[in-house]
């Protein structure tokens, strides 16, 4: 079954799923590295190269790429604010993007497809997020598919009962702003199994699966 | 040392310490006994009674009382909102509250001490953390000092940086709405050692200790 998932989103404990006063040079505003630091502490942060545990944290972080087959992303994690009045801006990950297959951009500035290394294609949507999955369905090709945030973004979707699995990394800190990831889902558990696992890093993994997955 | 501690307070995942809709009839709003229902569920709590498990839940809950000499609460926690109105208002506890210990209600509606049954004394102050914390000192005779909440109370004293130990539950639910703790805490983290476990019952217990303790 092919399931519309996300994995590691981190949040803080204040629930900020980015800081405030995000820009080209900080795509988490205020919160600069501190959401990802228990990622980049992982062996599958680290790829080829030595270090990194292998603990819980990494076998949570490994499921990002598992059988992924297409992403649904947002414009603000496309792009900083302005970015559509930039005809040459291809997002922030350089000529070959970690996602390696079809990119979904959710924007009201549509543009023609931008084709990548690596697999990456970036396509544009303007559609309800229901539309959006079932187009994204049909280029993933059987495998799952991400959605990339950002909070907000995550939110829709989860308002609308539309994501399958979850993974939430709850980060022990206080941004105290930000854009928060869990306003307007009062309830939410009851359509979820939801589980914690606490991390020797100080996060703690939520993961909701949806009731009848 | 005498601590100024909390324990037990538990939080939605969403960071509400209570719901919305607060009555004399329903303590904590539209939350119900959800944020407690792993308190309920220890022996601790079911004390003489059999049931209740032992496991990390129990260990947390069993520090409430522990080496306490008295309690600063605020007036939300003492009663519903219009309590004061009522001559005849003795808290929501009965005659015998779960205190066993010198009581200081924070109110702007201060009256004379009320002697209950058990070694409870509820005293009434109309002054600031700073000044409460040292009134409770000198009756605690050594002991610790407890915050019992509600969560505006326990934001204020945790803003002036007054609390040496705290004990929050996060409960895996999304209340949606009510009264928020962590509002206005960022960078919390910098002057707290915080760890956090969680536990099969799907709560996680974080702990905030403060440096130099």
């Known amino acids: 079954m092919s399931l519309f998932r996300f994995q590691n989103f ?39 190269e030595p ?28 792009g900083h604010p302005g970015w559509h009045e930039d005809p040459q801006w291809k997002g922030a990950w350089g000529p ?14 549509t543009r023609s497809p931008i084709e990548m290394e690596g697999g990456t294609t970036f396509h544009f949507l303007d559609t309800s997020p229901a539309e959006a999955i079932e187009t994204a369905r049909k280029a993933a090709d059987g495998k799952d598919i991400r959605i990339g945030g950002g909070p907000s973004v995550i ?14 990394a709850v980060v022990p800190i206080l941004l105290g702003r930000g854009v928060p990831l ?7 558990e009851n359509d979820y199994r939801v589980q914690s696992t606490s991390s020797p890093s100080g996060v703690t993994h939520v993961t909701f699966t949806r009731n009848g997955i």
């Open 10 to 48: 981190a949040v803080s404990l204040d629930g900020f799923g980015t800081g405030a006063g995000q820009s080209a040079e900080a795509h988490f505003g205020h919160a600069g590295d501190r959401l990802h630091e228990w990622m980049f502490g992982t062996r599958w942060w680290h790829r080829a």
């Open 96 to 109: 070959n993007p970690p996602f390696h297959a079809p990119v979904f951009v959710l924007t009201h500035h």
């Open 182 to 188: 869990w306003d307007g889902l009062e309830g939410l």
């Open 51 to 78: 270090g990194g545990s292998g603990g819980v944290d990494d076998v949570f972080a490994r499921q990002f790429g598992a059988a992924v087959g297409a992403e649904i992303m947002g414009a603000g994690k496309f």
């Open 155 to 168: 939110r829709d979707f989860f308002a609308a009962r539309l994501i399958d699995h979850a993974h939430i």
